[in-house]
């Protein structure tokens, strides 16, 4: 039984707006008035000007870097391409096309463990929908699955069958969008999922399945671990796969032991090649956060390259994501996380999850006994191999490599994506 929601009207209540509610009536209330803790609260969101006003200034006063002394992208992101990049930021880019497209959906805020979540909620006209919770990464956002809710939630106009429908829900993180930032430790993945839990049961859901990729999977790997009453699968794009002995060999940078197999020699050394040369990002975070952070939230083109980057490096895109991420969806991004000033929440996420999250011994992937489905994007950080897959998940029933796209496979591919999402689930609906 799904519950209702009473029809309030939410001007804004991030703190970067304004703190009031309106009701039908168009009468003003305090935030504070809104009568229990654990109610769901409509969310609209609306940025005040000067904050946009500021940005534009901020960019426009950017202090670039000379350039850099190699012709391909070893020591970064080349000084043309970012630059491209801002000056279109700076002066066509427009925040408000998302924030209305943003408005335009189902948008709330509950208080769960002292928090606020924001989150989308949209519900399929369909019968008998499938509830999903989608979970983002970094440098992503609840954004990456923007493009796939129409697909998800109704496939008969998007080339699939009724029976194909789920209910989506789409949180952002604590410390992430609009998500309230944590001011104590202890908001790691196993509290994220244990949050995710309630916020689903407390829509009314008494079942539900779960998908994630980099935060997301680590997310969804929690979740599972847990178990709770009426989770009935979980879905990974980056599974923790890689067994344990080979941990401090990749770490280590040694050579790929010669007992391994053509797919398994490839996802080592790719694994070998990211620790060692595209790793330092994660080593900053995960080590000094906070430092990262005054870097993140004073410079809007340090935040844009540091994101920029790897959105670059790990998106199926010959290290040109407009190819595959139009660049207006990749500014909504970094914008998102400037106005939300989420740059160090974010990162502390990373030292609040202190741990290897592709090893299937740090992810504990063993313990997972619910049913576990795997899709491989063919540009993930590693295409994890079947072999390694299945002896990490003993309850894997699902595993397809995908065709094309990579580590934001919803935000690159949605309707691939969504084509997963109805195979790789397809089997647990007559749980329901």
Same mark, same amino acid.
């Given at each position: $039984? ?6 309030i009207l939410m001007v804004a209540t991030c703190a970067l707006c304004i703190p009031t ?44 870097? !000379?350039?850099?002394?190699?012709n391909d992208e070893s020591q970064g992101i080349q000084l043309a391409q970012l630059r491209e990049l ?28 002292? +928090? ?35 697909? +998800? ?10 029976? !194909? ?6 949180? #952002? ?53 847990? #178990? ?16 344990? !002995? ?13 007992? +391994? ?9 790719? $694994? ?7 790793? #330092?990002?994660?080593? $900053? &975070? ?52 400037? +106005? ?80 997963? &999402? ?7 609906? !007559?749980?329901?």
């Amino acid at each position: $039984m799904k519950t209702k929601i009473t029809t309030i009207l939410m001007v804004a209540t991030c703190a970067l707006c304004i703190p009031t509610i309106t009701n039908a009536q168009g009468s003003i209330a305090k935030t504070e008035s809104v009568k229990s803790e654990t109610g769901i609260r409509p969310y609209k969101i609306n940025i005040p000007q000067a904050k946009l006003d500021e940005l534009k200034r901020r960019i426009s006063e950017t202090r670039f870097p !000379d350039s850099e002394t190699v012709n391909d992208e070893s020591q970064g992101i080349q000084l043309a391409q970012l630059r491209e990049l801002i000056n279109y930021w700076g002066n066509g880019y427009d925040w408000r096309k998302l924030e209305n497209k943003l408005n335009a959906l189902p948008q709330f805020v509950t208080k769960i463990d002292g +928090l606020d979540i924001q989150f989308i909620h949209v519900r399929s006209k369909e019968k008998g929908a499938l509830p999903l919770i989608l979970t983002h990464g970094w440098p992503g956002s609840p954004l990456e699955f923007i493009d796939a809710i129409g697909p +998800l939630t109704d496939p008969l106009k998007y080339g699939g069958k009724a029976e !194909d429908a789920f209910d989506v829900i789409i949180p #952002a993180i604590p410390g992430y969008g609009f998500s309230e930032i944590p001011k104590e430790l202890g908001w790691n993945p196993e509290r994220v999922a244990k949050a995710w839990d309630i916020l689903v049961k407390r829509l009314g859901y008494t079942k539900y399945v779960s998908q994630g990729g980099d935060h997301g999977s680590v997310i969804s790997d929690a979740l599972a671990r847990q #178990a709770p009453s009426g989770l009935l699968g979980i879905h990974l794009t980056m599974p923790a796969t890689i067994p344990a !002995d080979l941990v401090k060999p990749i770490n280590a940078g040694d050579p790929a032991p010669t007992s +391994l197999s053509p797919e398994e020699t490839k996802a080592y050394n790719s $694994m070998r090649t990211f620790f060692g040369r595209n790793a #330092a990002y994660g080593g $900053m &975070m995960v080590t000094r956060p906070q430092t990262t952070g005054y870097l993140l939230s004073d410079s809007p083109t340090a935040l844009a390259a540091f994101l920029y980057e790897k959105i670059a490096e790990w998106s199926e895109s010959n290290l040109q994501p407009e190819k595959v991420i139009s660049r207006d969806a990749i500014l909504d991004d970094i914008t998102l996380y400037w +106005l939300t000033n989420t740059g160090a929440s974010s990162s502390r996420f990373y030292w609040e999850n202190n741990n290897n999250n592709f090893s299937s011994e740090h992810q504990q992937t063993k313990r997972i006994k619910i049913p576990v489905a795997i899709s491989v994007f063919p540009h993930e950080i590693y295409q994890a191999p079947e072999s390694w897959s299945r002896a990490a998940y003993p309850s894997l029933y699902y595993y397809h490599i995908a065709p094309k796209g990579g580590h934001f496979a919803a935000w690159e591919q949605p309707e691939l994506f969504t084509q997963e &999402m109805r195979n790789a689930f397809k089997t647990l609906r !007559d749980q329901l």
